[in-house]
């Protein structure tokens, strides 16, 4: 929960001023980033497996408490003072306002396909979204040379997906003929969209082992409209509550016509989800960027316009992220 008032600002760019007496991670003058989190317990399990962003103390960039009591507030100000773990530098010749979205956009694609292994070459996999993470999803999967599919709800985003972000299909998941035909071929499902939909019609897709991973926050909690009676009372609770669900089995109250054929049990599917991604993570995922020449695609505006770019995201008007340029805006002292 937002506390406010709040600054905001969560993918934050900029150039080192000053440093602490204790820091040998990074010099004054060094273009670094900041993303999501900026403090964690340190002792918990998450915190010593390098997965910070799990630590059930994790602070916020934003609206959040710090270790010190102090509201911690965001990228959108002249300055910000953040904890050098929290610090990653931004490699040499990366354009900084083109990084800014991938300490969120970027490592929360990232992630997950490091995390359930699935950066090797080859493989088939799908995005769902076409925002500012699913069209990073597309480039980085793409990198990765695996074939990428771009799945929506209507055919609009076709040109988009294939002539703009170079996915190798579009497919249309209200095209029975053509979803019955991508049966059994997914190795992985990346859903970004940040509301409820429907999940059933994408479990037919995916090989034996096939992963659907949802990144978009939603309030609702994960439902699924047939759900097979093993599963109704799982499935029907709170999504944050659980990791990730995998089917080993069948259930003898289950059936094809209940379940839909293949079911999860019979093809061991996994559904599961991952939040953005650990420090660890951010460095391997912009030197990955920079090596593959990745980027994100960007809208750059001063601090004057937010109210215009807010009205445009109700209505998905921009490709793909808005940028703010707080240092070349005329911000009046406080």
Do not use: W
Not at 109 to 121: A, D, E, G, R, T
Not at 139 to 144: C, T
Not at 150 to 167: P, Q, T, Y
């Amino acid at each position: 929960m937002t506390r406010y008032p709040a600054v905001p600002g969560h993918e934050v760019v900029g150039k080192v001023m000053e440093v602490g007496s204790d820091v040998t991670k990074i010099r004054a003058g060094d273009n670094v980033g900041v993303g999501y989190i900026v403090g964690c317990c340190r002792t918990c399990e998450a915190c010593k497996l390098e997965k910070e962003q799990y630590c059930n103390k994790k602070v916020f960039t934003y609206g959040d408490v710090d270790t010190n009591g102090e509201p911690t507030q965001g990228g959108f100000a002249g300055a910000m003072v953040v904890d050098q773990k929290f610090v990653v530098k931004i490699p040499e010749g990366m354009v900084l306002e083109q990084a800014a979205p991938l300490f969120c956009a970027g490592v929360t694609i990232y992630s997950p396909l490091n995390q359930f292994k699935l950066k090797q070459s080859r493989l088939r996999g799908g995005i769902i979204g076409l925002g500012g993470v699913g069209h990073m999803g597309v480039k980085i999967a793409k990198a990765m040379e695996h074939h990428v599919t771009v799945i929506s709800s209507s055919d609009k985003k076709r040109v988009e997906a294939l002539e703009h972000l170079g996915a190798d299909e579009c497919l249309v998941s209200s095209d029975t003929t053509r979803m019955e035909e991508a049966a059994d071929s997914f190795d992985y499902i990346i859903d970004t969209v940040p509301a409820f939909h429907p999940l059933e019609c994408y479990l037919s897709l995916f090989k034996v082992d096939g992963k659907l991973i949802l990144l978009g926050a939603i309030k609702e909690p994960l439902q699924f409209l047939n759900p097979c009676s093993c599963l109704a009372s799982l499935l029907f609770l709170d999504n944050y509550s659980y990791d990730y669900i995998t089917c080993i089995g069948k259930s003898p109250h289950t059936s094809p016509d209940v379940c839909g054929n293949p079911t999860l049990m019979e093809r061991r599917k996994t559904i599961t989800g991952s939040f953005i991604g650990s420090m660890k993570e951010t460095e391997e995922m912009l030197e990955f960027c920079k090596e593959k020449g990745l980027f994100s695609m960007i809208e750059v505006i001063k601090m004057d316009y937010i109210n215009k770019a807010l009205h445009r995201l109700e209505k998905n008007d921009v490709k793909y992220r808005f940028v703010v340029d707080v240092a070349g805006s005329e911000l009046e002292p406080c």
